[in-house]
């Protein structure tokens, strides 16, 4: 979520949000009410996304490598960090690997 809203801040196209979870998605795309133990946060995440245009893209599980990483890199460290212009060295080996190409019309 603060990852979207930093996004928001910088950047004025379109917000592309890749997940290997059909389910996240959808509960971000759907009208519904989210009733799950994470239903604060999507909702949350549909206040922020209601002026932007929102592309929801789903990637497979070997493309997410990365989110995965930091993911872990946040669990061990106890820490949540924002990186401009270079990634973390923990990534640094996975992101041409996860490189997942958009082109915008």
Request: hydrophobic letters at 45%; one cysteine or more; aromatic letters at 4%.
């Amino acid at each position: 979520m603060q990852g979207m809203a930093l996004a928001i801040q910088h950047c004025e196209l379109p917000i592309i949000v890749q997940s290997d979870s059909s389910v996240a998605l959808s509960a971000l795309s759907g009208d519904n009410l989210s009733r799950s133990a994470y239903g604060h946060l999507v909702a949350e995440i549909r206040h922020l996304m209601v002026d932007r245009v929102f592309i929801p893209l789903k990637i497979s599980r070997v493309q997410n490598r990365v989110a995965d990483r930091l993911a872990l890199y946040s669990r061990t460290e106890s820490t949540t960090v924002v990186w401009l212009g270079r990634g973390p060295l923990c990534v640094e080996d996975l992101l041409p690997l996860d490189c997942n190409p958009m082109h915008m019309e």
